[in-house]
């Protein structure tokens, strides 16, 4: 059912059609980038955390980090 529903919105209205298929492509494609983006900081974040080996983090009050 779902092709003949395609099918007829093509047959009726193409430009209407050709629009929403680039907003969905638009919607994934900003997903995904934000994602990776996300995923990014948070494996920079980590691997910071990670990588100094501190046994103990002193954090002065009102900053923003630790270093």
Request: hydrophobic fraction near 50%.
């Amino acid at each position: 059912m779902g092709i003949n529903l395609a099918y007829c919105d093509i047959r009726n209205t193409l430009q209407r059609f050709i629009l929403t298929v680039f907003g969905v492509g638009a919607i994934l494609t900003a997903t995904i980038g934000i994602n990776g983006l996300y995923r990014g900081i948070v494996h920079e974040a980590l691997l910071i955390i990670r990588d100094v080996g501190a046994d103990l983090w002193i954090v002065q009050g009102g900053g923003s980090g630790p270093f």
